[in-house]
Every structure is written in structure tokens, then in C-alpha cells.
């Protein structure tokens, strides 16, 4: 036990004074999190939008205020005829444009209908998807005050509710999203590089040769690590809470123990990578191309797996980060308790063991 | 009690699939001697030690090292030697002082025994002004003798070295050898790998590996008696150019 502890301060002194593995285990963690809470969003807020109006009466003029006055859409120009549309998009300022067709009101009156043409910039699909379903939802609106004294024949109004996250931010998927990449990040990553370090550099051979047994060299390597991933994993939780206001309905201890399994999960991931790389730059690599990119792009985190080419779902199934963010969003917004994600937990426990006995396996026939 | 056998080898072989690496080697080292392991790259100079260093299982044939069974007993060998590899591997980002402390602790040492060994260390090196350096920071030569010194620590009945003296000038290599010769008189047998042939003259007895087989084994005044020549360094060509 008391080598162990020696060992561990040793660890704790390579991670303390290399300023690069300090950045990525403390600096990287706040940085993303801010990242993603603050400035990179899915929501819509403030687009610009631009109005052709041929008509010029009360009803449209009714419309471009309401549209203005909603906080996702500011009247950034009015447009006089066709051929300034283009332009306006090219300039890249305006997401929209509005087109009232002439007379509107007096078809609307006359004819029980008119016409609006939006036209979006369809750059970026998803932005542009929104803004359309955001004004369609605004026009809806305004149909359903001029209509309020006519009783229609026949009606199916929808109301919508979104549970477990009623104002859809999207912090409230980032959070969890970037906890999980984080210690993926850190446990996998960094054991691995510490471990192929000890390789690199012959130190690992010196404690092969000396009376510790290379199990306890591995969690001597692993421990200081299982350590800082939990710190990360607290600090996040803490940050999601009081910056984000991201509410925790479930058991925190639940949440702690998630956690810790899915640390466990990263570092015999970092564990099997290291016994199948023999320099810190293969194993960086590794993590980086094998681990990291398939975390961020194929878990869930950004891109919805519902919508992932069925060959891509597939290949999601065996990437325990997908797992681990559906069980703390389960923890965290429904504040659901084991019994509900069993098996998820089930998932990361078998993987985890699985890592653990190829890692075994090929350590031994290294040793050989 | 200089009669007394630390390392006996018989036989032992060591295969990669159809590649004899070792191939039946058989010798014996005593207690106190600096026996000295020569060979060309890839004579299997390096699988021969660490099949004796319990790194690595050999294929067929016996040995024992300190008393002990390279088959069965490897991690009784562990605790009674010492190693020192080609790389000197301290932690260039531990200083001195940490690094004695790391490597009293991981083969057992209490701590009031790492601190009187540290202090015997630091005043026969003259390490005062570095012991709270970083290795990182120190020459070649430095590292070289602290990692001996190092290897020694916990007192072990044989020590291993594995080319210690690679890419350090050759002062600091008849120093590093007197640091050998007084471990020797201590009592601690040292078993050296190394490529300089001069060093090959300081040895008590040498072996000589070609292509997996030890082909020349004695002392050096007997070895160069026997191939007619002055120095080992014509002996070791002689013995190659043969097996040619």
C-alpha cells in the first residue's frame, strides 16, 4: 500500500508540472463548457429579416410589427421591388425575406385568401428550417386573432408542451454532451499518453524489472486520473447548475455513480489503447481519431442519432458515450432513478469489462 | 563464499515463432564477479537478459538468478536485483531527491532507510548542489552515475546493466566504472552488457554472443591467450569473422 501511495505521488508530480496536460485537464473543461453554454447554440434569436411589401395595408403592416416586435426577428430593411432580394441575402446580414403579394388585405377580406412568400437562406438547412417554422408559427398566430369571433365549422388546435425542458435551451443537451467528451477526453486520452510515456521513454521496463506487479503499475498510472475525472465531472455539474441553471430532478448520487462508471469505461479504453500503442504520438492519435471523433459526432451530442443513416445508428450502439448521455439526461432533466436506466448502465458495465480483458490479454502477450 | 554461483544458466533458449534468439546458452556467474555480456546488435544480448530479469519467459532450459527460478520464481529475482537500462531511465521531470524517494518506495524501503541512503548517496556523489534539481536539467553523466546509484538502492545481490555507458565521453566512463568496481568489492555481483571493447578488458570474466550462441567465454587474459591477440577488440572480430 505504501509503494502504491508513492506511486501515486509520483503521478500527480508529472501532471502537475507539464503545463500542457494542467490545460487540458482544467483549462479545457471550463473553456468548453462556457463554449457551448454561451455561444454555440441552436436557438434563434434576434434574425435579421427583410420585407418586400407590394400590398402596403393595415394587415401587413399589422404582421411586419408583430414579426418585429418577437424577440427572435429584427426588421432589418424594407424592400421595394424583386430585384433587391438577391442582394440582400449575398450581403449576409438578412436569414429571411417576406413577400406580401398586392392587396393583401383585400384578397384576405374578399377572398378568404392570401398569399406570403418566405424566402430563407438556406446555407445553413437548419438555421434556416427554424427561422421558417418560427414565422409560419408567428403568421399562425395572427390568423387565429383576426379569426378569434368566427367560430370555424371544424377545428383540431394543437397545444404544445415540451417537458423536461419547457424553454428548449440547448445548454440543457450541451452539458451533458460536453461532460461526457471531457472525460472520454481526459480519462482516455491522458492515461493513455501517460502510460506510453513510461514506454517511450524506458521507465516502464524499470518498473517492470522492479517487485511491483504490472497490474499495480497500471492503476497506479490509472488512479491520480480517476481522481481529476471526478473533480472535472463535479465542476461541470456545478457550473451547469449555478451558470446554466440546468436543473438536477434526479438522485445526485445516481448521477456521481454514472459518473464514475463511465470514468472507469474512458480509462480501460485509455488502458487498451496504451497496450496497443508505443509512443505518446500514436496514442494521442488514437484517442483523437478513434475516441474523440466518433464522441462528439456520432453520441448524439450535436448531431440526433433518429437522424444518422442507418449504418451510422448502428456503429452509434458500440460508443459508450452515446449511452452515457442518454443516462444523464434521463438523471438530470427527467429525474428518473436506475430502475428506468438500467440498462444503459448494464451497456457501459459489459464494455467496460470487455476493455478491461482485451487489455489484459494483450498486455500479456507484450510481456511475452 | 566468492565460490558460490548467483546466476546459473543451462540451455536456456529463447524463440520468436522460427527465430532462435537464444540458442541454448549455458554459463554461470559468481557471487561478487562483474561478468561481462558482449555481442553484436541483435547477438541476443538484451533477450538473454531479460529472460534472467523475469521480463520475459524463456522457451526452454533452466536458470536461476540469486537462488531463485527464472520459470517460477520471477518475482522473487525482482526483489533481490537491480537494473539499469541503456536510457539511464530516471523521471527527467522528478528532481534527485524524488526520484530516490520513488524508487526506495516501490521496492519496499521504509522511509527513515530512503532518507539515510539518500544522504550516503548525495555526500559520496557530491550531489549537494543538485538534489533539488530536476534530472531533466542535468548532463548525461550525471544521470548515469544517479541511476546506478539508483539501481543499487534496496541492495541488490546482482545488478544488471544494459549498455550503461552508451553516449557518455570517456571520463565519465572510468568513473562510472570505479563506481562498478566498488560495488563489486561491496559484494554485489554485476552482470554488463555493453559494446566498447575496451570496457570488455575491466570485466573479471567475459562471454562472448554471436548469432544467439555464446562462442567464447573466460577471463579477457585468457581470451586473448587463446585467440592470439592484444586486445579483446581483435578477439571479438576474430570470433565474428569465424562464424562468417
Redesign the interface.
Known sequence: MKRFAGFIRKEFYHIFRDTRSLFILFGMPIAQVLLFGFAITNEINNVDVAFFDKSKDATTQEIINKISASKYFTNKQMITNDAEIEPVFQKGSVKAVLVFEKDFSEKLTKENKTYVQIITDATDPNTSNTINSYLNSILQNYQLEINKDIKAPFQINSETRNVYNPELKSVFTFVPGVMTVILMLVSAMMTSISITREKELGTMEILLVSPLKPFQVILGKVFPYIFLSVINAIVIVLMSIFIFKMPVEGSLFLLGFESVLFIINALSLGILISTISSTQQTAMMISLMGLMLPVILLSGFIFPIASMASPLQVISHIIPAKWFIIIIKAIMLKGVGLSFIWKETLIILSMTLFFIIVSIKKYKIRLE | MTDTNVIQVENLTKKFGDFVAVNAITFEVKKGEIFGFLGANGAGKTTAMKML?????PTSGNAKVAGFDVFTNS?DI??N?G?M???F??????TVK?NI???G????LSRKKIEEKRQLLVEELGLQNIVNELVGSLPLGWKQKISFSVALLHEPKIVFLDEPTGGVDPITRRQFWEMIYKASNNGTTVFVTTHYMDEAEYCDRVSIMVEGRIEALDTPKKLKEQFKVNSMNDVFLKLARNIE
Open positions: 530479469i523475469g521480463i520475459s519467459k518475482e525482482k526483489k536485483i537494473y537500462s541503456q536510457k531511465a530516471l523521471y527527467d521531470d522528478l524524488e524517494t520513488f524508487f518506495g516501490i521496492y519496499g
